[in-house]
């Protein structure tokens, strides 16, 4: 993307700050496969302090973090419930099949967000000739139906009666600090009751690389060991950390102007032609929106708005994705606004 243009595409696609750089340059590094880098052993202290939990490790992305949890909370044959849009299921590469030999069983839900009484219905019978449910997965925000929240007493619920059931709980937490913001309540509070944590560095907190899973101690003992046989023992990380405990420190504070941004914009958009959307349902920095009443595409809309320096993306054949974030100011919304108006009132 030219520096003039706006990029919505994802909240992925930020630059390191200054701050960041500094940070990079400067940091103190060893080899962490020998647990002797001192940056990344104070990212894992002071995430592990912010959940208010045992521990925490530092993993290259958000998919290898739900993979080392699905991996350590199934055992071949097993079943993990999801939601049916959730990124395990739909954009990891089927990895938790592939690798961790587990099953999905994923379910629709209004706005992404399961209730137990669904889950429960998908438990599988305890009968030997059945493949029995391991484990249950829940991501908030929902990123593929538009940033959604889970109430933070819907998924106490879920973690207690899966726990009554003798299930594990995972939390893909990828954007979990904006569910903090918008809900307001600490990210410990809203993952407490679940077994394991993957929370991502390198979407609205802005660092360049990585992700962070958090649970008991000898959860991320096991965890440390499966990222290794996953090839995500890293050495001289420290460096990526560095940039990585400035967005952990720095971050979270700034994305209610991610979040103002993606109303803005929703509410704008509602009132377009050609445009389907609750901009009530936007709460974080996911604006999902439907243009079939416009009679074009995804691709088509993508493409003319590129055009006019602006990046989104179709995620499917008439919807069409934006991400704030902390590259993008008001004023680049406005621009986005504009753009897309006038794509949406063009005739091509
Ligand atoms: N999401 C990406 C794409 O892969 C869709 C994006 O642009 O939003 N959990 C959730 C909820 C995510 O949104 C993502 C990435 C991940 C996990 C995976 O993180 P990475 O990309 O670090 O492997």
């Known amino acids: 993307m030219n520096v003039a243009g706006v990029d919505l595409r994802s909240d992925t696609v930020t630059r390191p700050t200054a701050a960041m750089r500094r940070a990079m340059a400067e940091a103190e590094v060893g080899d962490d496969v020998y647990g002797e880098d001192p940056t990344v052993n104070r990212l894992e202290t002071r995430a592990a302090e912010l959940f208010e939990r045992e521990a925490a490790l530092f ?10 949890s699905i991996k350590l909370g199934t055992r071949p044959g ?13 954009y990891e590469m089927a990895s938790m099949a592939a690798i961790a030999g587990a099953f999905p069983r994923p379910i629709p839900a ?20 059945f493949s029995q449910t391991a484990l249950v997965s ?18 106490d619920e879920i973690c207690d009666r899966a726990h009554e059931a003798g299930l594990r709980v995972h939390l893909d937490g990828a954007r979990i600090f904006n569910a903090s913001v918008a809900l307001g309540a600490t990210v410990a509070r809203l993952a407490r009751k679940f077994d394991s944590v993957m929370f991502s560095l390198s979407k609205g907190l802005g660092a ?3 992700s962070m899973v958090v649970g008991s101690r000898d959860f991320i003992t096991q ?13 001289q990380a420290g460096i990526l950390a560095a940039a990585a405990i400035v967005a952990l420190e720095e971050s979270p504070k700034r994305l ?31 604006v999902i929106f439907g243009i079939e009443r416009s009679g074009k595409t995804a691709a088509d ?48």
């Not at 419930?81 to 739909?90: F, L, V």
């Not at 925000?141 to 929240?149: C, I, S």
């Not at 102007?257 to 920095?285: F, I, Q, S, Y």
């Open 59 to 68: 993993v290259p992305s958000g998919s290898m973090g739900n993979l080392i």
């Open 208 to 210: 360049p690389v990585g």
């Open 138 to 155: 829940l991501e908030n925000t929902h990123n593929m139906a538009g940033g959604t929240l889970y109430p933070p007493e819907v998924s």
């Open 110 to 129: 209004e706005d992404g967000i399961l209730s137990w009484k669904q889950i429960e219905a998908e438990i599988r019978p305890k009968t030997y000739y």
């Open 256 to 286: 209610v102007e991610d979040h103002e941004n993606a109303r803005r914009l929703a509410e704008a958009m509602a009132e377009m032609r050609g445009v389907t959307l609750d901009p009530k349902k936007v709460r974080t920095n996911i």
């Open 223 to 235: 965890a440390r060991a499966a990222r290794k046989m996953l090839g995500g023992g890293m050495r």
């Open 301 to 348: 809309v993508c493409a003319a708005l590129a055009k006019r320096g602006v990046l989104a993306s179709g995620v499917g054949k008439q919807s069409i994705r934006m991400v704030t974030h902390c590259d993008v100011d008001r004023a680049g919304i406005e621009r986005v606004i504009a753009a897309l108006s006038e794509t949406l009132a063009s005739r091509a």
């Open 78 to 90: 097993t079943e993990v419930i999801c939601e049916q849009k959730a990124h395990i299921n739909q």
